[in-house]
Structure formats: C-alpha cells, structure tokens
C-alpha cells in the first residue's frame, strides 16, 4: 500500500536550536488510521503542528504522497491534499455553523453549494444546527464542526491534534465513530491522542514518542495488549483511559 504521509528525520521546535522534535520518522499508509502516542511533553502536538506549517522545521523531510510539502505555508497545504484540525481555536465561535463552513469553502476556493451538501449529509447534526453560533454548540458538536471545516477541500489526509479533549466519554464515542466514517471515504487519518483506550481501539497503527522521537511503532490491537509498553511509554493509560 503506498504511503499517504511520510515524515523522514524531522527536527522541529519553536526556538532556533531547541528541537521538541528530534529525528522523528513516520510513514502512514494511504487509507489506514495512525495514532500518536506517548506522555505529556513528548513532541506529539508539535510534530503535527510542524508537517501541517505551523512549527518551524530545522532538518529532515515531510511528504504528501510524492510531493515534498516540508515548510510549505500553512494556508497553501490545504490546496495540496492535507487538511489539520488543532486542539484549540479550530471555529469561529461568532458565526453560525453554515457561516464557518461558507467561511471554509472560500479561504479554500471550494464552490460552497457544491461542497457543503455532502459534509451535511456527513455531519447531520450540524445540517441540523447550520443556523446555531458555534458558540452555543456542544463540545462534541463542536469538534464535528472543526472535522468539517477541515474536510470542505476533502484532503488526501487530515490530521487531528486531541480531538477528544474535554468531551465525556459519550462525545468521545461519537467523534472516533466519525473519525472511522471519514476513513471509511478515503481519508487518511493521524491522530495525536491522550485517551490512549479509544485511539487503539479505531487506529490501525501507533506510534509511541518519547522525547521527539518514536520508540515504539505497531499495530494498535498489538499496543493494546503490550503491558510493558503501557508501563514503560504511556504510564498505565490504555488501562485507565475511558472508552
């Protein structure tokens, strides 16, 4: 299976000669879910921060497919097949739900009747709230809305930084099952997670960092079981996480 992303000796950080990201290697495969892992201050969030152009890169490589995208601007990746979702500040909270996505469309250059019928049909909920303030979403709604945004381009991969951040375990339920439906239409998916229970259970691979670069990278279902790596990497969290 060909390679959708491939992250090759990456170093990156947010002042001149002190990486947060040291070396790290990736590679995720057209169509499969990569998970990553590890504990807090590992890299994880910097690391996708840095291939989405939000980061400063000082050494190693990020491709697209065959295309090479390392410190391409943020706003031109979109254009070329990558969509990201951060963690925080992901909506407009003053503008309604059809007013974030008309939003969307036109920064991407999307003809916005063409495209936002079908992320409707993707997201009922948000057809159904398309005049509500994104302010007066529920958090999960939320989420869905900033997947959306992410998604009007329909992106060869799109990336998520803590998706389930704050949502209860329900929500959590609710946005991994979507994350699966996206897969399901041809996306390719990598995910920075916390709640190390519910990424094992819908990634097919994980990728464990440990200050800046990956220690362990193995299928989920074989992560899952791996007590020792759980000990060592994750502190116990596959056990504690909540589904």
């Known amino acids: 299976m ?3 992303l491939r992250v090759e000796a990456l170093e990156a950080g947010y002042e001149p000669g002190l990486p947060i ?8 495969a057209a169509g499969e879910i990569l998970a990553i892992l590890g504990p807090n201050g590992a890299g994880k969030s ?3 921060k840095a291939v989405a152009g939000l980061v400063p890169v ?4 990020v491709w697209l497919g065959e295309q090479e995208i390392t410190r391409v601007a943020a706003h031109k990746l979109g254009a070329l097949g990558l ?9 407009f909270t003053n503008l309604s739900v059809a007013e974030n996505l008309e939003l969307a469309a036109a920064l991407q250059k999307v003809p916005a009747k063409t495209r936002l019928p079908a992320l409707y049909e993707l997201f009922p909920d ?3 709230q398309r005049k509500l303030l994104a302010a007066r979403l529920s958090g999960g709604q939320r989420q869905m809305l900033a997947m959306a945004r992410a998604l009007v381009r329909m992106p060869q991969v799109l990336m998520l930084d803590e998706p389930s951040a704050g949502l209860s375990p329900r929500l959590v339920a609710e946005v991994f099952a979507k994350l699966r439906e996206i897969r ?3 996306v390719t998916i990598v995910l920075v997670e916390q709640n190390v229970k519910a ?3 819908i990634a097919d691979r994980a990728a464990v960092l440990v200050e800046g670069r990956e220690r362990v990278v193995a299928p989920a279902a074989e992560l899952a079981r791996d007590e020792r790596i759980a000990e060592l990497y994750l502190g116990r969290h596959v056990e504690a996480s909540a589904p």
């Open 46 to 48: 910097t690391l996708v």
């Open 83 to 91: 969509g990201f979702v951060p963690q925080t500040e992901n909506v």
């Open 21 to 28: 990201v040291r070396g790290a290697n990736l590679t995720v």
């Open 126 to 128: 948000l057809a159904r």
């Open 58 to 61: 000082s050494a190693g490589k």
């Open 199 to 201: 990424a094992l259970a």
């Open 2 to 4: 060909s390679a959708s």
């Open 184 to 186: 399901a239409g041809g």
